[in-house]
């Protein structure tokens, strides 16, 4: 009977060796493979599953702001008014000059010709001809830019050179009417876009192909998720590369060195889907002008008594006329006579214990208050010491 168990033990030892340092290479080489090339076990336990690619970026993939002045052409009637916008006649005048239209010496009266701000954002990696999207947005009293059409405006960026070129007709999602006596507005009629608006003329100069060494930055800085980011992608390059590959830098910053005989484009495109538990500090958001209220997963609150309520004070004044016994040679007077009356409605005691996100809700919404309520009242909690999160005012 020991034979047998210690057979049965030596043949259970033999097809799941005990390892101390985890998997050997070639388990996590097959879980891999099982995955589609991808390690799917996740340190930790209990935070949302993100790919790498949603929570974090490349140094070297980012964009870039363009900035241009324009004019834009064909309105309505509802451009700029040349007398209170003297920089719209000077660019007037200087556009039909390059197109060698002499201008007179008068003022110019046109009223269909509005100064604008072009703006873009030039995104990594786009060659020379590819297009981007442009924002134009009224510099002047312009009413409107609905119907217009911006002309020929550079673009350029930090360092003064021009990437691109934006021209096209606006789109404007907002408008304006207007009577004799009313006048109705909606959205914003003086900023639109222009969907593929700006040719760019310039690509931004980017060895990403010779990078020895990525740099991967969270989009949240947070050091728990740039440790298991760093951990999911070590044991993908163990089992893919034989070797660690990545270190945390700081709470924000990833290094990753890329291995021989593979392409940084193709190195990337294999980690970017490696699914990676993240976190994030508990915190309350507080919009006072709005009202609204943001509380995230991990905020906690410590058992406190809450009392929240409106105290009413009402004081009305009731003056009596006394007339005097007739016959007598009394007079008239005026006796005062005073009403105070106290309310405080829903004043009650709450008992407040928010071990998870759904106690803490359901115990704010017993107390039957509105969102300026339960601001103060969060505000309260954070300055008793049993708030367990950052409070954030905006």
């Known amino acids: 009977m020991m034979r047998a168990f210690a057979l049965l033990l030596m043949l259970v030892v033999g097809l799941y060796p005990a390892h101390a340092d985890g998997p050997d290479e070639a388990t996590l080489a097959a879980l891999a493979a099982a995955n589609g090339g991808q390690d799917s076990r996740i340190p930790g336990a209990g935070g949302p599953i993100s790919r790498i690619k949603d929570i974090a970026q490349l140094q070297s993939a ?90 020929m405006t550079p673009l350029k960026a930090a360092d003064g050179e021009i990437y691109a070129v934006a021209q096209g007709p606006v789109f404007v999602s907002g408008f304006d009417a207007q009577g004799e006596a009313e006048k109705v507005t909606q959205g914003v009629p003086t900023a639109g876009r222009i969907p593929n608006g700006a040719i760019i003329e310039r690509q931004v100069e980017a060895a990403f192909g010779d990078q020895s060494v990525l740099t991967l930055q969270l989009r949240n800085a947070d050091f728990s998720t740039a440790v298991r980011i760093t951990d999911v992608i070590n044991e993908y390059a163990r089992a893919r590369f034989g070797k660690r590959v990545a270190n945390e830098v700081d709470a924000r910053t990833v290094a990753i060195r890329k291995p021989d005989g593979i392409s940084a484009a193709r190195f990337y495109a294999e980690l970017e889907n490696l699914t990676v538990e993240s976190d994030a500090p508990a915190r309350v958001v507080v919009d006072e002008r709005t009202g609204t209220i943001v509380i995230g997963q991990d905020v906690r609150i410590s058992r406190v008594a809450i009392s929240h309520g409106t105290l009413t004070v009402r004081i009305t004044e009731m003056p009596t006329v006394v007339q005097p016994e007739p016959f007598s040679r009394g007079v008239a007077a005026v006796e005062p006579s005073t009403s105070i009356s106290v309310d405080q409605p829903d004043a009650r005691v709450a008992v407040l214990d928010g071990p998870n996100l759904d106690t803490l809700v359901a115990g704010l919404n017993r107390l039957g208050v509105k969102p300026s309520g339960i601001i103060a009242i969060l505000q309260g909690i954070k300055s008793a010491g049993a708030l367990q999160a950052d409070l954030v005012l905006q």
């Open 62 to 151: 980012r964009d870039n702001q363009l900035v241009g002045y324009g004019l834009v052409i064909g309105l309505q009637g509802s451009g700029d008014s040349l007398r209170n916008s003297p920089f719209t006649e000077q660019s007037i005048r200087a556009m039909l000059e390059n197109l060698g239209i002499a201008s007179e010496g008068g003022r110019a009266r046109a009223k269909n010709v509005a100064a604008v701000i072009v703006t873009a954002n030039l995104p990594p990696f786009v060659q020379s001809g590819a297009r981007i999207d442009v924002s134009v947005s009224s510099m002047g009293d312009a009413v409107s830019l609905a119907g217009g059409t911006l002309i």
